[in-house]
DNA sequence: GAACGATACTAGAACGCTCTAGTTATTATT
DNA sequence: AATAATAACTAGAGCGTTCTAGTATCGTTC
């Protein structure tokens, strides 16, 4: 199994090195006739080009790192979607790591995409602090999708106003409304004030519990926000409100009925019509496309401006918060 | 914003190129008084080593590529988690594919991980032909999750016996049991064979009917089992099984009660409450371990024994299946 | 005090591509 | 027929590392 590299195919073929590098970029420069004679012969040999050589030497070959947080949350499915319904893969390459739980992770893996000298990065659902987000886009073109940053270019969906949606649409028939929160997440801080707002300016008083990524604390803390007195709850993503909706069930209630129950994502999960769950849309799909978009830009043109882009989330009612 | 390589490390720390790589990498031959100093320079720079460039130079360089067939579904987040909770990413680099709806997608990814020149791949569902597999196990070395292959080799589950036994928990209460199966996915004919199997050995008529992998198809094709009489229904996974659950409530019935549902992958979404659904579990973590370790043991020994390797999978009883 | 062995370091080739600047052959222009 | 323009191709430098083979320097040992 010995490795094949440019020179023997062109030494098979009987032309330049320069030759076959051209006919297998695709760029203008050979004959039709050669041009497919090389991918023969290049083909008999069994040659694929080297990415790192290329990657290497090459200027012209672009390549966009994309981070992801978490395999577990479909929302990053959803974005990773987005992002590749624009690339065209056989022009850019896509070099892609993903999170981990682990606090301090996020590093890890830009820092690979770092060491992979990409072109543009697209980070869905980066965590770390404002500050060192800053750092990471001084460093290289950085794109933040899911979060946003002061100074960053990114491309977000209005949090807060996702937030208000999803509580003033319960507030119609509740007033012990709920907030399950995640301080670890990206879009907290809105999230939590579009709540709080919406609260407010309906004279009702907020109740927030902080609860963590696992599906069983947020059952167990949706728990204790039922046993205080909660007729409805909002959760900060689908995955937390799945939680919430086992809480509800094991309480011997039924969502929508007795406790209204509003996620975050509209994940496929929530569209399913077994937890029919309210939830608010912040489209996701769109989110990476129109970040591929940007990551696209940045690519062709030195110093494109630096834009933030904000999309207007959507609520998507359904029967997990039906009055009752 | 200047690259800055290796070269200009070595400048600023009055040092030779080779000393600073040598540093870097961890390896023996420098003092640690001047490692210390060599990073304290590389640091101020902002030096990160060029991947592309470490990987073109070097043999004791390793990296395993990893395929995922499908972000959406959750298996495959588990199985990554298996594989990441073997490997120190310090000393072996990752690089991960993932796989596409389109049909043909998979050859796609696997032809960027071999362009990558990996040492090893580690490639969970793919879906192609034995005979295109085949011709990429020869290629390169290949560990395939999830789907076996003869000649490759494989961490698999157990398929076969996994439907069997969810089968054989079925044939306790009912007579009437359907499968729901999907011919595109890699563990199609095992779980068919094991499922009719049961069935027959019991003395029942299988009853088969095949979706694809959109829920809404498999919620469908559910309601065209139930009609015909099924008062259960043994999904090919969990996601499938999900849109059988929504068949069963949409149809005024109640999973469980009235109709058995069984799935397949035992993903977190089966074990939520609200689903409660019985499933097979393969023990996707540790494929993915298994898979990990194997692809070390490749790494480490040029030519370690290619094995084959089968986990005996557990059937998870929940609510979604208790007897009528 | 000669020989040995570590240890700490360096020079320069090699990895497999791409790219620039040419060279040659072919066609178009006047 | 001479010249310009284009197309098809090539030689060789360069990308940023790692690796091999080596050179100093120092402390031991007999």
Redesign the pocket.
């Known amino acids: 199994m010995k490795?094949?590299?440019?020179?023997?195919?062109?030494k098979a073929a009987?032309?330049?090195?320069?030759?076959?590098?051209?006919a297998?970029?695709g760029?203008?420069?050979?004959?039709?006739?050669?041009?497919e004679h090389i991918f023969a012969v290049g083909k008999s040999l069994g040659?694929?080009?080297?990415l790192?050589?290329?990657r290497?030497?090459?200027?012209?070959?672009k390549t966009i790192g994309v981070f992801l947080q978490d395999l577990h949350n479909e929302v990053f499915a959803e974005i990773y979607d987005g992002i590749r319904s624009v690339i065209d893969e056989g022009e850019v390459q896509l070099v892609l790591t993903v999170g981990q739980a682990a606090a301090g992770h996020d590093s890890k893996a830009l820092d690979a995409l770092l060491a992979s000298?990409v072109d543009v990065v697209i980070a869905a659902g980066l965590t770390m602090s404002d500050s060192e987000l800053q750092k990471y886009a001084a460093r290289t073109k950085l794109i933040s999708v899911t979060r946003s940053c002061s100074g960053v270019a990114s491309v977000v969906a209005n949090d807060y106003l996702g937030a208000r949606l999803a509580t003033e649409h319960l507030v119609q028939h509740h007033k012990a409304i709920a907030f399950l929160a995640n301080p670890q997440t990206d879009g907290y801080r809105d999230r939590l004030r579009g709540y709080q707002d919406a609260m407010t300016d309906s004279g009702l008083k907020p109740l927030v519990r902080e609860t963590t990524y696992s599906r069983k604390d947020a059952e167990l803390d949706a728990e204790v926000l039922l046993s205080s007195g909660a007729s409805a709850i909002f959760a900060h993503n689908d995955l937390a409100a799945l939680g919430v909706l086992d809480a509800v069930i094991s309480s011997g209630r039924k969502p929508g009925l007795d406790v209204a129950v509003v996620g975050f994502d509209n994940t496929s999960l929530s569209q399913t019509p077994v937890l029919a769950l309210t939830t608010v849309d912040p489209h996701s799909h769109e989110l990476g496309q129109k970040a591929a978009e940007l990551a696209l830009a940045a690519l062709a043109d030195e110093n494109a401006p630096q834009v933030t882009i904000e999309l207007t989330p959507a609520l998507q009612v359904r029967s997990s918060s039906l009055s009752s």
């Open positions: 490795k094949i590299t440019i020179e023997d195919v062109a009987g032309v330049s090195r320069a030759l076959v590098s051209i297998y970029r760029v203008a420069g050979v004959s039709e006739a050669t041009a040659y694929v080009p080297n790192n050589a290329a290497l030497a090459s200027k012209g070959l000298r």
